[in-house]
């Protein structure tokens, strides 16, 4: 049967057939039907609209955008006439890749840029940041990360997350000194408060403060420890290098480095890494200060206080590994107190607590 339509509707079903969006290649009856119905709005009755879907498909198939089956095959119904019961949407070619990077002229120092195989967008505009930084000298003034980080990239704490991304930064692309950027890592914050050579690490300021003048009361020839240590959190994984140093002014080895934060996930992780770091600058290893922790559970129980299980935790992300560094003596009472979600603040301790233990030490 001959279908006299205006071509402006075969070639707007043929587009919206080119525009599906499926899971695979395969258009069934019924959506060919659905595009069909919303292009021929005004079709005929039921005794010529299988000739006009039909016709449609045919036109859709010389566009190349759609492959009928076989006649040979079964894919076709038994009306009259016979529609195919699915058809084959064709795939246009993906357009060819822009490698631009790999042409382009780089710095010396971005040459290796060129061996990467792929390179985002976000990274592409940092690297083209980097080069123009290169080119009109910004690294050769000393700033500090944050500073470079926004005029690399206008935010404070991006070249941080691209830093520990390693995508751009390594042996063979760029280094961190590259860029010229004052450290972030603040130097540890220490006293003198006798003469063994063993140093006690407070995780935050107020037990470190408190810590520190009860000390001073018990004088330094009674004092259990050398030197008394703030060690700014998780800061303190890098900071604990700087015991070296201590060291030197000390004039003697340190024999031990005692540490004593709050007992939840992330304050027993912050000491096993730093006791890992500290090995590796030829520093003795980072303690737990069971004693210090014995006095943190002790305080739990105190009338006043009443909470033997601790107090609800922020920490969402657990780190079981991190309760071997504990002792024996208190692992397993910690461990029962994390499990619930809970922890153990350092602000537990009290000078008296902290006079009656070291003056019998």
Same mark, same amino acid.
């Given at each position: ?41 005004? %079709? ?13 498909? %045919?036109?859709?198939? /010389? ?11 079964? /894919? ?29 002229? @780089?710095?010396?120092?971005?040459? @290796? ?11 592409? =505009? ?6 123009? !930084? ?6 050769? *003034? &000393? ?17 941080? *997350?691209?830093?520990?991304?390693? *995508?751009?930064?390594?042996? !063979? ?15 540890? *914050? ?25 000390? /001073?009361?018990?004088? #330094? ?13 998780? !800061?303190?994984?890098?900071? #604990? &290098? ?8 000390? !004039? ?7 540490? #004593? ?13 730093? +006791?890992?770091? =500290? ?11 069971? +004693?210090?922790? /014995? ?29 071997? @560094? ?16 809970? &922890? ?18």
């Amino acid at each position: 049967m001959t279908v006299d339509v205006d071509p402006k509707y075969f070639a707007e079903f043929t587009q919206l057939l080119r525009d599906l969006q499926l899971k695979n290649t395969t258009i069934p009856l019924k959506v060919l039907r659905q595009v069909f119905m919303e292009v021929f709005a005004h %079709r005929p009755g039921i005794s010529v609209r299988r000739d006009w879907l039909l016709e449609a498909l %045919r036109m859709a198939e /010389r566009a190349n955008v759609i492959r009928l089956p076989s006649t040979t095959g079964k /894919r076709w119904d038994h009306g009259n006439p016979p529609l195919p019961t699915q058809v084959t949407q064709v795939q246009l070619p993906s357009a060819p890749k822009d490698l631009w990077w790999k042409q382009h002229y @780089w710095h010396p120092k971005l040459e @290796w840029v060129a061996d990467m195989d792929s390179l985002s967008d976000e990274d592409s =505009a940092f690297l083209l940041k980097i080069q123009q !930084g290169f080119l009109e000298h910004w690294f050769e *003034t &000393r700033v500090s990360p944050k500073h470079r980080s926004i005029q690399l990239t206008k935010q404070e704490k991006k070249l941080a *997350t691209l830093f520990e991304r390693k *995508t751009l930064f390594g042996i !063979g692309k760029l280094g961190i000194e590259d860029l010229n950027v004052s450290s972030d890592i603040l130097p540890i *914050t220490y006293q003198k408060v006798g003469g063994r050579p063993v140093a006690i690490v407070f995780e935050n300021k107020s037990p470190y403060n408190l810590a520190l003048q009860t000390l /001073r009361l018990i004088g #330094v020839k009674q004092s259990p420890y050398g030197i008394i240590a703030f060690g700014y959190g998780g !800061g303190f994984v890098d900071s #604990v &290098r700087d015991f070296a140093n201590i060291e030197n002014d000390m !004039g003697s080895k340190l024999e031990r480095i005692e540490y #004593v934060g709050d007992l939840d996930w992330k304050g027993i992780s912050i000491p096993q890494s730093a +006791s890992i770091k =500290a090995q590796k600058h030829g520093l003795p290893s980072v303690t737990p200060a069971s +004693s210090i922790h /014995r006095l943190m559970l002790d305080a739990l129980c105190e009338p006043s206080i009443n909470s033997p299980d601790g107090f609800p935790g922020k920490d969402l992300k657990p780190n079981p590994l991190a309760l071997e @560094w504990l002792a024996l003596e208190v692992r397993h009472e910690v461990q029962h107190i994390l499990e619930m979600g809970h &922890r153990v603040p350092e602000e537990m301790l009290t000078e008296q607590a902290l006079l009656k233990l070291w003056n019998s030490a």
